[in-house]
């Protein structure tokens, strides 16, 4: 099985359960490069996606998803890590993530809410508004890791 439909199987229930938007295998392979993964014996257990939103020096974090298996243990935290390593290294000033649930999670992790206005003006037009979102971003720096 290869990457791309890795990604999808572990974000499948997640998908379900209306907590990530579905994607398609195309889209996931095409943007494959975005993806950080974390494996545990050689199982796929956590990925998040950064894509750029080609303004702003922002990223977007999208489609973060840790299977049920070894939630509680610390996998989100190190996957975040991760990725705002990744987002240091394609030179993000900030990310920011849309997310309906895990509110808490963001703001213990750093991250600050923000409003609809504060995200790149190519980012604000594909809001949807029926999914009631929150905002939240965070600045990329080295301390920040």
Not at 10 to 15: G, K, M
Not at 72 to 89: C, P, R, Y
Not at 97 to 105: F, Y
Not at 124 to 129: G, N, R, Y
Request: net charge positive; hydrophobic share 40%; proline share 2%.
């Amino acid at each position: 099985m290869n990457t791309a439909q890795k990604i999808l199987e572990l974000i499948a229930p997640f998908v379900k359960e209306d907590k990530i938007l579905p994607r398609t295998y195309a889209q996931i392979n095409d943007n494959i490069n975005d993806f950080v993964l974390l494996e545990q014996s050689g199982e796929l257990v956590a990925c998040v996606g950064l894509k750029n939103s080609q303004e702003g020096g922002m990223g977007e974090i999208y489609a973060l998803a840790v299977s049920e298996k070894v939630q509680n243990q610390g996998i989100s935290t190190k996957l975040l890590n991760k990725v705002m390593q990744k987002a240091l290294a394609d030179n993000f000033s900030k990310v920011f993530a849309l997310s309906r649930h895990n509110a808490q999670w963001f703001l213990n992790q750093g991250f600050v809410k923000m409003e609809i206005s504060e995200l790149p003006k190519n980012r604000q037009a594909l809001f949807d508004h029926q999914r009631n979102s929150s905002i939240f971003f965070k600045i990329v720096s080295k301390e920040n890791l």
